[in-house]
């Protein structure tokens, strides 16, 4: 049986539903999705990519491609409700990826996140209705992508091409968890990203 099911909204728009749980207002999706965007927007930057944590109906992915011009990685461990909502709307393959990860180990072997990392500057956006039923994965799909421990940022350094970090004495010497100091000395790139995340 299907967890997937689609209805079709008073202005003829597909609204998708997980194990009966609606991904977008059935009455206003647009209207919803640009408050998404409102709330979910960091002023003043403007990445080269974007990683979408929760695929929904598709509707705050539209609004992401309206307002930007940086690439965009969706990330959802539910493969049939990401194929339902790709093959509703013609995306633009050069901007957008979908990326079906269930676990940790998929996520860092996925080649559109290596690539969007490996490019420099990225941002990653939360959608919560998304999350709903698999919190978990979406924590540490979050906590890897922003590398707020030592295991995420050499991962993201090795994929960079820089020095993992193992057997640094910089790096030996740190605590577990990441420091703005600690991102500032080992990606200085990321450390806009990790202030702006902390203060919104």
Not at 25 to 41: G, L, T, V
Not at 78 to 93: H, I, S, T
Request: net charge positive; charged share 20%.
């Amino acid at each position: 049986m299907s967890l997937v099911s689609k209805e079709i909204s008073p202005f003829g728009e597909s609204i998708y539903s997980w194990k009966g749980r609606r991904q977008a207002s059935f009455y206003n999706p647009h209207a919803e999705a640009a408050d998404w965007w409102i709330k979910s927007r960091r002023a003043g930057l403007d990445p080269k990519s974007y990683f979408v944590l929760g695929v929904g109906s598709g509707f705050h992915i539209r609004r992401l491609l309206c307002e930007c011009t940086a690439n965009i990685v969706i990330i959802d461990s539910r493969a049939e409700l990401m194929a339902a909502v790709k093959g509703d709307f013609n995306w633009n393959p050069e901007r957008v990826s979908f990326s079906g990860c269930s676990n940790l180990s998929q996520l860092k072997k996925d080649s559109a996140v290596a690539s969007s990392i490996k490019q420099g500057s990225f941002l990653v956006l939360d959608h919560t209705v998304s999350q709903v039923l698999d919190g978990a994965f979406f924590n540490e799909a979050r906590s890897w992508l922003v590398a707020r421990n030592w295991k995420a940022l050499a991962w993201q350094r090795k994929l960079r091409g820089l020095p993992s970090g193992v057997g640094d004495r910089a790096f030996e010497s740190a605590g577990p968890l990441l420091t703005i100091k600690d991102l500032d000395f080992a990606m200085p790139d990321a450390t806009l990203s990790a202030l702006t995340e902390m203060i919104t």
